[in-house]
């Protein structure tokens, strides 16, 4: 059963496979997605939602982000308007590592290990849709490891961008279609012992 329910918020839950894709290969989308935006138009460190529509998906799905993780417990907050009858996946709190961020992460079998013990620090991960508490899933990379492509001028601060084997893992919110009018989504994590935190803020707009 791919859909579960939540008061009136139906979601996936971590097992499932949306638009016949599996939810872990759904986060390598997002992958992509994210590290391939120019850090200029990156919805990652957009604090106002300006650029939350960029490189969307062309159905089926729309995708949200935190911000980096970092000591400021502060959140952007954002609007952002969502076409109707779209899922909303975004992370609560991830990570993603490859080697042109991590040079000394040489092998395949280093990059699943530096993320699982970079997850397993993770403290706190909360969720909210309209006020309500939902749940939220670790769910891996599918495949494990997967390829990326950084911009060359990305919001990661990767000098000169490229193509390089990655892997992930994180906890994730995977929501059906919410109805139409304006929603609120508010997620927030935090990993090493509290020191690093991400999430967000939005109010979305669904029309």
Not at 11 to 34: I, L, N, R
Not at 67 to 77: A, I, M, Q
Not at 163 to 171: E, I, L, M, N, Q
Request: aromatic fraction near 12%; proline fraction near 6%.
């Amino acid at each position: 059963m791919d859909k579960m329910t939540e008061g009136e918020i139906s979601f996936f839950p971590e097992d499932s496979v949306p638009f016949d894709v599996t939810y872990g290969h759904w986060t390598v989308k997002w992958w992509q997605w994210a590290l391939s935006t120019p850090k200029a138009i990156s919805p990652i460190i957009d604090q106002s939602g300006e650029f939350a529509s960029v490189n969307q998906p062309a159905e089926d799905v729309w995708f949200l982000a935190g911000k980096f993780g970092n000591e400021d417990r502060n959140l952007p907050n954002r609007f952002c308007r969502i076409p109707a009858g779209r899922s909303i996946l975004f992370p609560v709190i991830n990570c993603e590592a490859n080697p042109l961020e991590y040079p000394e992460l040489r092998t395949d079998e280093a990059l699943i290990e530096h993320i699982r013990s970079d997850e397993d620090t993770i403290i706190s991960k909360d969720c909210f849709v309209n006020g309500k508490r939902v749940p939220v899933y670790r769910v891996k990379s599918d495949p494990l490891i997967f390829e990326v492509r950084i911009d060359e001028d990305n919001a990661a601060n990767v000098k000169g961008g490229g193509t390089a084997r990655a892997s992930a893992d994180g906890y994730w919110v995977f929501l059906k279609p919410l109805r139409y009018g304006e929603h609120t989504i508010s997620f927030h994590g935090s990993c090493e012992n509290g020191r690093l935190n991400s999430g967000a803020n939005y109010r979305v707009k669904v029309e």
